[in-house]
């Protein structure tokens, strides 16, 4: 099956600073790519959808400015949480769309604990 | 509106016990259906999936789902369930209307006692 894979899985950092998550599909190309927020004990909230080569769509709520979303390839898509504060601390995970149906295939997710 | 509707949030069962996790959905259009798994400290994983064809679908660890159009339904369902299904249970559905975003239902905790 198709194999997404985030960079890093954990993270830890201070208050203030950016913290770049990368996304990559790798064995498949994908042109769409969905990042997600995930509270403890919580379901999976959509964030953004990416589209490579264009700007992301972003869900009502979402700040994205503070939220930032580049999916510079067809293999890479990275959000960039920028002046982090601990009310950011999460699960992102993303996901790429993939094959005849649209099957979306998750990333392993990466912890963001800020400090 | 698109959305998805587990009907339990715990479930309890002892180990051996058969087990049933309801999913109905609201969705105009063509459906995929997806079952998701989440263990303890795990990512997601995918159970099973429907996309067309026979509405009953097999999938890993001994799970199936069955589709039901007129019931807009897609229940999980496992004959004999086992100490390490304790996990946390995802129905969700996708298709063209949505851009093929994922509609998530809340998730069913699913607790098997030894």
């Known amino acids: 099956g198709a194999v997404v894979s985030q960079h890093p899985s954990w993270v830890i950092c201070k208050s203030g600073t950016s913290v770049k998550i990368e996304c990559r599909s790798l064995d498949f190309q994908a042109t769409t790519m969905f990042w997600y927020r995930q509270f403890p004990k919580q379901s999976l909230m959509l964030m953004a959808t990416s589209n490579e080569g264009s700007k992301a769509t972003y869900e009502q709520g979402v700040e994205k400015d503070k939220f930032l979303i580049n999916h510079a390839s067809l293999t890479l898509s990275t959000l960039t949480v920028t002046s982090a504060h601990p009310e950011d601390s999460s699960f992102y995970i993303c996901s790429a769309l993939a094959g005849d149906y649209n099957e979306q295939f998750f990333g392993p997710g990466t912890r963001l604990t800020v400090l | 509106a698109q959305s998805v509707s587990q009907h339990n949030h715990h479930v309890i069962l002892s180990e051996a016990a058969s087990l049933e996790l309801g999913c109905n959905y609201s969705?105009?259009?063509?459906?995929?259906l997806f079952w998701y798994v989440q263990y303890p400290g795990q990512h997601l994983q995918l159970l099973l999936k429907y996309f067309s064809g026979d509405p009953l679908v097999k999938g890993i660890k001994g799970f199936e789902a069955e589709f039901i159009k007129s019931k807009f339904s897609f229940n999980l369902r496992k004959p004999s369930v086992q100490w390490s299904d304790t996990a946390e249970y995802f129905c969700?559905?996708?298709?063209?209307?949505?851009?093929?975003?994922?509609?998530w239902g809340a998730g069913t905790k699913l607790i098997i006692k030894p």
């Open positions: 969700a559905v996708n298709g063209m209307d949505s851009n093929y975003q994922l509609i």
């Open positions: 969705y105009g259009g063509t459906v995929n």
